[in-house]
Structure formats: C-alpha cells, structure tokens
C-alpha cells in the first residue's frame, strides 16, 4: 500500500485524527450523562423523603423530660410516656397521641390542634 493512496496524511494517523475526534466529542456527552443522572437520582430522593409516612419517634419515654418549646407536630407519639415533662409552649399540631400518658405534665400555651388524643 502506498501513503499516496490514501491522501496526504497516511492511514495511520488518520485513524488516530478520528479516535481523538470521537474521544473529544465523547466528554460533553459523558458529562451531560453524569449530570442528568445526578439530578435523577437527587429527585428520586427528594420524592422518597416527602412521601414517607410520619415516623414514630425513637425514645417513647420522655418522664420528668424539660421539652418546652419541642416541636413533635405530625409525629407518631403512640403510647409515649410525658409524664411529669415540661412541654410548655410545645407543638404537637396534628401529632398521634393516642395512648399517651400525660399524667402530671405542664401543657401552658402547648399547641395540641388536630392532635388524636
């Protein structure tokens, strides 16, 4: 085979003047990729942390607690212990409450609307 056959330039660098062409238009397509993805994968996390149900709360004994001012709205307090805690100026607006002991707590100016006691 002859160079002159295949133009000025012989057929080996040619090959290498196309590699490098695909390989450089390769990286904004890769990058594109990775970005897509990365905003993919955050809207996937966005969406499964506001859809989860309300989560029960992990200490269910909060006796002789001083909790005033604690936010437990929309909370899932089912069969917690209050008992005797400071929960003044608390939220607990739409909290589950039902089989909470309260015996003994200071509720003054708690937020208890749309609670299920």
Not at 19 to 31: D, G, I
Not at 69 to 98: C, H, I, K, M, P
Request: cysteine-free; overall charge negative.
């Amino acid at each position: 085979m002859d160079r002159q056959q295949f133009g000025p330039l012989g057929i080996e660098s040619r090959t290498r003047g196309v590699a490098e062409l695909l390989r450089n238009a390769q990286k904004p397509l890769f990058a594109s990729f990775l970005i897509r993805l990365s905003l993919m994968m955050l809207s996937v996390v966005w969406i499964l942390l506001w859809s989860t149900p309300a989560l029960p709360a992990l200490a269910t004994d909060y006796n002789k607690e001083s909790l005033a001012g604690a936010d437990f709205s929309g909370r899932v307090l089912t069969d917690a212990s209050f008992n005797q805690a400071d929960l003044r100026e608390s939220n607990f607006s739409g909290a589950d409450l039902r089989g909470v002991s309260l015996f003994g707590a200071q509720l003054e100016s708690a937020n208890l609307e749309g609670a299920d006691l």
